[in-house]
């Protein structure tokens, strides 16, 4: 069975529709790049699987992990191992980024019937994890990405996505902004993660993170649809000849 | 014609002195005649009083309270023990109005701290309880003539606290005033009152603790005059907990002398219609105060915050943060009002308010005031609305928060700011777990309600200072 199945995804945000009957299927253990021009639908399709309620789908099905998706909450999605590192992290001044998480991971718990970790339990693994992405320690007791670099931000929702420990793991434009140390840092707390059991969906516009994360498949998301799909190769193809070449020569290969 | 209400409060004016008749100092009968004088002359203000333009208090005015005599309600340690602070210094207990030395605990006071019923204090001789008499702080700083309830409260007072910390005593714990409506079958009223002494380099602070016992309506008005010494530090908690269907009004007065730093937190979280006086007056040169508080309501609940900060010294510092949360169809005001008298030069003083709207139906008015006769001053001021934002509550639930549980964690973060303004210790923590508790029924009774549609940024309210003066 495969961890993520989409088939024919509509999907709308104020009415207009970008997602226009896409098609994806992720198995376990596999990367999936996806890679498209601005506008694309990149970050709708990342917020369609999380299931952000301000984005309404029009047609088709997803299943994730064999459970109909797109009856959950964003909550619900969560707690079935479902995870969105976002394009831009949001700010939440006055929470801590150590109380957050660890309330986060207890939600997580508490749906599947396990008992709450407590700070004793919850701090020696948030730290070990924050050592993995060279993180301050100092940033846990800060609020949550308030007064973050845009590279903090970002490795940020790494260390959640380590910490959480999830089966899908969307990160959105992680990459972008990072600098050549954050963006190694980054790369290295994903293939840490990296296992048979968990999938990626990793969202860029550039090779280079590529570099260090090596898909499994590369696809291209053009005016809402993939209008093309590949292996490692598509990417540098892409970066070679840009997107206007994969929208000319539109053929989807199955993945 | 009087109505019931009207008739009412001059029946308990007429017991009130046929009580005292025996006992009552000249002076005090002499205030409490001032008092009646000016509420018989004055009546409760209406919305054309500028300083009561958001406040409607026909629903008060109308309301025929009783004054309860002494032992008319029973109120047990069962019905008191919720509401116990732990780790405070000592607790006094009022009922309706009247001190009730069996639930209360003053038995062992920590050595610079006295505390005991002011009627009492009144009694008891007067230069051995405050410096110069009682005489000389009660009625003397809060103004019966500009404020009609404060006029009350001097006529109809039955008790409340007297509270003196010596000089350059460091009182650590808590003084806890509990004052308890407990309604005997009938809308009742109280009239607490309460000084505080806070002598030179003392330290110390004192919870005004509003609760009820039951669900009937009561009105209390409460009066609390504290004098700041020079170089006392001193933190003044209100904590308005009582049922939905209660009035509170409340003024805190207070005097700071040379370098006195006083904090006023407000946290009003009960009550139907809650109006909060907070009045310093800063007449000594270097002194410091911060007037900090949290609102909170829902329903119907109205809850009017006046402020009204004097400079009277110069290089005086004034800090006032007020932050509301208003859920369904409750209302807020924000009235601050800043006065910088002509001596005052080098005054700094500052005005936030933030507040978040929960609701279409919830609204709140914020009306800053500056009157100046100094030149060389630092007065500034915002005031913001906002609701809670889409985006984050969509980040903490992609983290497997539930809807529920992510609003409450937002409350609560936009509460913070206001516990975080407080020191640490047992007061600080009687509230955080109160504010905690009533922010968490208000996220689950407002769960389903608009999570603020598609806007996301707070909006920035840019309002002028009204000039007056
Ligand atoms: N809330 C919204 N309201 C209206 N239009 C929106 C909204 N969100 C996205 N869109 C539009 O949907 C289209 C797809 O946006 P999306 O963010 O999914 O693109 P993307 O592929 O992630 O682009 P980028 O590479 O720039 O991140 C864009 O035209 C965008 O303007
Ligand atoms: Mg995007």
Same mark, same amino acid.
């Given at each position: 069975?495969?961890?993520?199945?989409?088939?024919?995804?509509?999907?709308?945000?104020?009415?207009?529709?970008?997602?226009?009957?896409?098609?994806?299927?992720?198995?376990?253990?596999?990367?999936?790049?996806?890679?498209?021009?601005?506008?694309?639908?990149?970050?709708?399709?990342?917020?369609?699987?999380?299931?952000?309620?301000?984005?309404?789908?029009?047609?088709?099905?997803?299943?994730?992990?064999?459970?109909?998706?797109?009856?959950?909450?964003?909550?619900?999605?969560?707690?079935?191992?479902?995870?969105?590192?976002?394009?831009?992290?949001?700010?939440?001044?006055?929470?801590?980024?150590?109380?957050?998480?660890?309330?986060?991971?207890?939600?997580?718990?508490?749906?599947?019937?396990?008992?709450?970790?407590?700070?004793?339990?919850?701090?020696?693994?948030?730290?070990?994890?924050?050592?993995?992405?060279?993180?301050?320690?100092?940033?846990?007791?800060?609020?949550?990405?308030?007064?973050?670099?845009?590279?903090?931000?970002?490795?940020?929702?790494?260390?959640?996505?380590?910490?959480?420990?999830?089966?899908?793991?969307?990160?959105?434009?992680?990459?972008?902004?990072?600098?050549?140390?954050?963006?190694?840092?980054?790369?290295?707390?994903?293939?840490?993660?990296?296992?048979?059991?968990?999938?990626?969906?990793?969202?860029?516009?550039?090779?280079?993170?590529?570099?260090?994360?090596?898909?499994?498949?590369?696809?291209?998301?053009?005016?809402?649809?993939?209008?093309?799909?590949?292996?490692?190769?598509?990417?540098?193809?892409?970066?070679?000849?840009?997107?206007?070449?994969?929208?000319?020569?539109?053929?989807?290969?199955?993945? | 014609?009087?109505?019931?209400?009207?008739?009412?409060?001059?029946?308990?004016?007429?017991?009130?002195?046929?009580?005292?008749?025996?006992?009552?100092?000249?002076?005090?009968?002499?205030?409490?005649?001032?008092?009646?004088?000016?509420?018989?002359?004055?009546?409760?203000?209406?919305?054309?009083?500028?300083?009561?333009?958001?406040?409607?208090?026909?629903?008060?005015?109308?309301?025929?309270?009783?004054?309860?005599?002494?032992?008319?309600?029973?109120?047990?340690?069962?019905?008191?023990?919720?509401?116990?602070?732990?780790?405070?210094?000592?607790?006094?207990?009022?009922?309706?109005?009247?001190?009730?030395?069996?639930?209360?605990?003053?038995?062992?006071?920590?050595?610079?701290?006295?505390?005991?019923?002011?009627?009492?204090?009144?009694?008891?001789?007067?230069?051995?309880?405050?410096?110069?008499?009682?005489?000389?702080?009660?009625?003397?700083?809060?103004?019966?003539?500009?404020?009609?309830?404060?006029?009350?409260?001097?006529?109809?007072?039955?008790?409340?606290?007297?509270?003196?910390?010596?000089? +350059? =005593?460091?009182?650590?714990?808590? @003084? *806890?005033?509990?004052?308890?409506?407990? $309604? !005997?079958?009938?809308? &009742?009223?109280?009239?607490?009152?309460?000084?505080?002494?806070?002598?030179?380099?003392?330290?110390?602070?004192?919870?005004?603790?509003?609760?009820?016992?039951?669900?009937?309506?009561?009105?209390?008005?409460?009066?609390?005059?504290?004098?700041?010494?020079?170089?006392?530090?001193?933190?003044?908690?209100?904590?308005?907990?009582?049922?939905?269907?209660?009035?509170?009004?409340?003024?805190?007065?207070?005097?700071?002398?040379?370098?006195?730093?006083?904090?006023?937190?407000?946290?009003?979280?009960? +009550? =139907?219609?809650?109006?909060?006086? @907070? *009045?310093?007056?800063?007449?000594?040169? $270097? !002194?410091?105060?911060? &007037?900090?508080?949290?609102?909170?309501?829902?329903?119907?609940?109205?809850?009017?915050?006046?402020?009204?900060?004097?400079?009277?010294?110069?290089?005086?510092?004034?800090?006032?943060?007020?932050?509301?949360?208003?859920?369904?169809?409750?209302?807020?005001?924000?009235?601050?009002?800043?006065?910088?008298?002509?001596?005052?030069?080098?005054?700094?003083?500052?005005?936030?308010?933030?507040?978040?709207?929960?609701?279409?139906?919830?609204?709140?008015?914020?009306?800053?005031?500056?009157?100046?006769?100094?030149?060389?001053?630092?007065?500034?001021?915002?005031?913001?609305?906002?609701?809670?934002?889409?985006?984050?509550?969509?980040?903490?639930?992609?983290?497997?928060?539930?809807?529920?549980?992510?609003?409450?964690?937002?409350?609560?973060?936009?509460?913070?700011?206001?516990?975080?303004?407080?020191?640490?210790?047992?007061?600080?923590?009687?509230?955080?777990?109160?504010?905690?508790?009533?922010?968490?029924?208000?996220?689950?009774?407002?769960?389903?309600?608009?999570?603020?549609?598609?806007?996301?940024?707070?909006?920035?309210?840019?309002?002028?200072?009204?000039?007056?003066?």
């Amino acid at each position: 069975m495969a961890l993520l199945e989409i088939q024919n995804l509509h999907a709308s945000v104020n009415g207009h529709e970008i997602l226009k009957g896409l098609d994806l299927t992720v198995n376990a253990g596999e990367v999936h790049s996806i890679m498209g021009p601005n506008g694309s639908g990149k970050s709708t399709l990342a917020a369609v699987l999380a299931r952000r309620e301000t984005y309404e789908v029009t047609q088709g099905r997803v299943l994730f992990d064999g459970k109909d998706l797109l009856e959950m909450d964003p909550e619900e999605a969560a707690c079935e191992g479902l995870f969105l590192a976002f394009q831009y992290p949001v700010e939440i001044p006055g929470i801590s980024n150590a109380y957050f998480l660890r309330s986060a991971m207890n939600a997580v718990r508490k749906y599947h019937g396990e008992d709450e970790l407590d700070a004793m339990d919850f701090l020696p693994l948030y730290k070990e994890r924050m050592k993995l992405l060279e993180m301050d320690e100092q940033l846990m007791n800060r609020s949550v990405n308030e007064g973050f670099s845009g590279g903090e931000k970002k490795r940020n929702e790494i260390l959640q996505m380590a910490m959480l420990e999830p089966k899908l793991a969307i990160l959105d434009e992680t990459d972008s902004g990072l600098d050549i140390d954050a963006l190694r840092i980054v790369a290295n707390g994903v293939n840490a993660m990296r296992s048979p059991k968990r999938g990626f969906l990793v969202i860029t516009h550039y090779q280079r993170l590529l570099n260090y994360i090596a898909p499994d498949f590369v696809h291209v998301l053009v005016d809402g649809k993939i209008a093309r799909s590949g292996g490692p190769e598509l990417a540098l193809e892409l970066e070679a000849k840009g997107y206007g070449w994969a929208e000319e020569n539109e053929q989807v290969l199955p993945a | 014609m009087a109505t019931v209400a009207q008739r009412n409060y001059f029946d308990a004016y007429n017991e009130v002195l046929a009580e005292g008749q025996e006992h009552e100092p000249v002076w005090l009968r002499q205030l409490r005649e001032d008092g009646w004088a000016r509420f018989s002359a004055k009546g409760f203000p209406t919305t054309h009083d500028e300083d009561w333009r958001f406040t409607n208090l026909a629903a008060l005015a109308r309301t025929p309270f009783r004054r309860v005599a002494k032992d008319e309600a029973t109120v047990s340690e069962r019905d008191i023990k919720p509401y116990r602070v732990a780790g405070a210094a000592c607790q006094l207990v009022f009922v309706n109005g009247y001190f009730v030395p069996e639930l209360s605990d003053a038995e062992k006071l920590p050595q610079g701290l006295e505390v005991c019923a002011l009627r009492r204090a009144i009694d008891c001789g007067l230069d051995e309880c405050a410096p110069g008499g009682i005489e000389q702080h009660l009625g003397r700083y809060a103004d019966a003539n500009r404020d009609v309830f404060v006029a009350l409260n001097t006529a109809l007072w039955d008790d409340g606290a007297y509270v003196r910390i010596r000089r +350059g =005593a460091q009182i650590t714990r808590p @003084v *806890h005033l509990l004052y308890v409506s407990a $309604g !005997a079958g009938a809308a &009742i009223m109280t009239h607490p009152r309460t000084v505080i002494i806070a002598e030179e380099a003392s330290l110390c602070t004192v919870v005004e603790d509003y609760v009820s016992v039951g669900n009937e309506a009561g009105f209390s008005n409460a009066v609390t005059e504290l004098v700041a010494g020079e170089g006392a530090v001193f933190s003044h908690f209100l904590v308005e907990r009582e049922n939905l269907a209660s009035f509170n009004v409340s003024t805190l007065r207070t005097e700071q002398a040379r370098s006195a730093n006083v904090a006023s937190h407000s946290v009003l979280l009960g +009550g =139907a219609l809650v109006r909060n006086n @907070v *009045h310093p007056v800063l007449a000594g040169e $270097g !002194a410091e105060c911060l &007037i900090n508080g949290l609102f909170a309501g829902e329903g119907r609940q109205h809850l009017d915050n006046y402020m009204l900060v004097e400079h009277a010294s110069p290089q005086c510092n004034s800090r006032q943060f007020y932050n509301g949360i208003l859920a369904d169809h409750a209302r807020g005001v924000f009235h601050g009002r800043i006065i910088v008298h002509k001596d005052a030069q080098k005054t700094d003083a500052k005005q936030t308010n933030r507040n978040l709207l929960l609701s279409d139906d919830a609204r709140i008015d914020t009306k800053p005031q500056l009157e100046i006769y100094a030149d060389d001053v630092k007065c500034t001021h915002g005031a913001t609305i906002g609701q809670i934002e889409e985006e984050s509550l969509f980040y903490l639930r992609s983290r497997g928060l539930s809807k529920a549980d992510a609003r409450n964690l937002l409350l609560y973060a936009f509460a913070a700011e206001c516990l975080n303004r407080m020191h640490e210790g047992a007061a600080r923590e009687m509230v955080e777990t109160l504010i905690k508790n009533r922010l968490h029924e208000l996220a689950q009774s407002t769960a389903h309600a608009a999570a603020g549609g598609g806007s996301n940024a707070a909006e920035e309210e840019t309002q002028n200072w009204e000039e007056v003066g």
